[in-house]
């Protein structure tokens, strides 16, 4: 499912109502677990800076490091649709962004991933222009953090939600088959899903968006330092890794 084919079954699926689902991977196991699963969208995040990396945030993501993971998670993906994140500083210009998004394609990518709205309009339609789709990001943007100071809620004044409105419309416009909205106020989201015609994928923006997006370490307890507040886990993987590293530890210190 690429190119034109992927922009429209995912705005069939907004027009009919079908929710939308989406999760990370970063490697082989985790991504083929993934699509067996089901889950519609695998997307190589470069959230992977902290949960992976164990960097402070996503702004020392290396783009060598994303191709790296890239490839990795391509190679247990079948069914499932693989974004892969465009990482910091590789977008800045139009023609940069298309030699990357080329670039993640050639290491098993479907669709790319960049955060802006009307800022990176521009470079949402070079790379779409080149038969490649685009899944926009727009309200907090993990990139940014540093600059912004932390993670906010955004859309809480009227003057914000209209800009991120018009984010929305930029990036539809430009070509995006989607937009992931984080940390987006429930109200604010509910308004893009309504305004525009392709989905919109929420991430802590409450539940009138078209689909959800997690970052799966969150969702499986597998980063136990640090838990979004709106996740709630479905497991907590964490435990269980240390409580099988501590009954390999007791059995083969003879005390089992």
């Known amino acids: ?24 991977a ?3 196991p985790t991504a083929r677990l993934l699509d067996e699963s ?7 995040g470069d959230s992977l800076g902290m949960v992976v ?28 649709l693989l974004v892969a994140d465009l990482s910091i500083g590789t977008y800045n210009a139009s023609d940069a962004a298309v030699t990357n998004a080329q670039r993640l394609v050639e290491a098993g990518a479907q669709a790319v991933k960049l955060e802006g709205g009307v800022s990176h309009a521009a470079q949402i339609d070079a790379i779409v222009r080149h038969g490649i789709p685009v899944m926009a990001h727009i309200g907090m943007l993990p990139q940014s953090v540093r ?7 955004k859309g809480r004044s009227e003057a914000e939600a ?25 109200e604010t989201a509910r308004r893009i899903t309504e305004a ?18 997690l970052v799966t370490h969150d969702l499986i307890g597998l980063y136990p330092w640090f838990t979004p507040k709106f ?26």
């Open 162 to 186: 209209e800009r991120l409105l018009a984010d929305a419309r930029a990036v539809e416009a430009a070509g995006a088959f989607s937009v992931v909205l984080e940390i987006v106020t429930a």
């Open 196 to 213: 525009i015609e392709i989905p919109t994928i929420g991430i802590g923006s409450g539940e009138h968006c078209d689909g959800q997006i």
């Open 26 to 28: 970063y490697d082989y």
């Open 53 to 80: 990396l164990g960097y402070p945030d996503t702004a020392e993501v290396k783009f060598e490091e994303m191709l790296h993971h890239t490839r990795a998670a391509a190679r247990g993906v079948r069914r499932a």
């Open 231 to 256: 996740v709630s886990p479905a497991a907590q993987v964490a435990e269980e890794i240390r409580r099988a590293a501590r009954h390999f530890i007791d059995r083969t210190r003879g005390s089992l």
């Open 38 to 44: 089901g889950i519609d969208i695998i997307l190589v």
């Open 147 to 153: 600059e912004e100071g932390g993670y906010k809620v």
């Open 1 to 24: 499912m690429v190119g034109s084919q992927a922009m429209e079954d995912f705005r069939a699926r907004k027009r009919r109502g079908e929710r939308i689902t989406a999760l990370t």
